[in-house]
T-cell receptor, first 116, second 111 residues
């Protein structure tokens, strides 16, 4: 049982390049999320998905796109990379319950991205 | 006002000390509350959920005060391995199990 798997672990991009951060979970969770964490700062939500075929914007979606064609996969696409996108990106998934029955998130180990 | 506020610290304590972290949240519709632990350059990991009646897990005790919108975490008999950043986390009470993360409180336990 791998949990949430992110690839790559590290990447250096040049300004204007594009890339896709991969995220896969094997827990059959319906809910999946992408966060970014800048040094010394908290987690900010980029996009989330409540199920295959459904995605929605979080707090900081500009410069990113997502898709959710299967329950397992939730890739994050960066188009025209900018230095402001230098960050650590975490993918997470959770059980799709309601109220107090909902548990916390399971996170992937993160992708460290530097844009130069 | 931030949705979840924490003192960033750092809290520097000797081994064996008791240390307490506090957190306040602004969304009165929140229904689920958690403490996460994040080690340097690692992903956040769930430490414990927080229940209205208070709950304990070994050396860790969490309390929730819904009226004051206040959450606490108490660590007794601190170990060197407790050194980490502790994130206060609150759900938004809406669809999608959206969680809001505090900025974290850094704890450093010294020998």
């Amino acid at each position: 049982n791998a949990g949430v798997t992110q690839t790559p672990k590290f990447r250096i991009l040049k300004i204007g390049q594009s890339m896709t951060l991969q995220c896969t979970q094997d827990m059959n969770h319906n809910y999946m999320y992408w966060y970014r964490q800048d040094p010394g700062m908290g987690l900010k939500l980029i996009y989330y998905s409540v199920g295959a075929g459904i995605t929605d914007k979080g707090e900081v979606p500009n410069g990113y796109n997502v898709s959710r064609s299967t329950t397992e996969d939730f890739p994050l696409r960066l188009e025209l990379a900018a230095p402001s996108q230098t960050s650590v990106y975490f993918c997470a998934s959770s059980y799709s319950g309601t109220g107090t029955s909902v548990g916390g998130y399971t996170f992937g180990s993160g992708t460290r991205l530097t844009v130069v | 006002r931030k949705e979840v506020e924490q003192d960033p610290g750092p809290f520097n304590v000797p081994e064996g000390a008791t240390v307490a972290f506090n957190c306040t949240y602004s969304n009165s519709a929140s229904q689920s509350f958690f403490w996460y632990r994040q080690d340097c350059r690692k992903e956040p990991k769930l430490l414990m959920s927080v229940y209205s009646s208070g709950n304990e897990d070994g050396r860790f005790t969490a309390q929730l005060n819904r009226a004051s919108q206040y959450i606490s975490l108490l660590i007794r008999d601190s170990k060197l391995s407790d050194s980490a950043t502790y994130l206060c986390v609150v759900n938004r009470g809406n669809a999608g199990n959206m969680l809001t993360f505090g900025g974290g409180t850094r704890l450093m336990v010294k020998p």
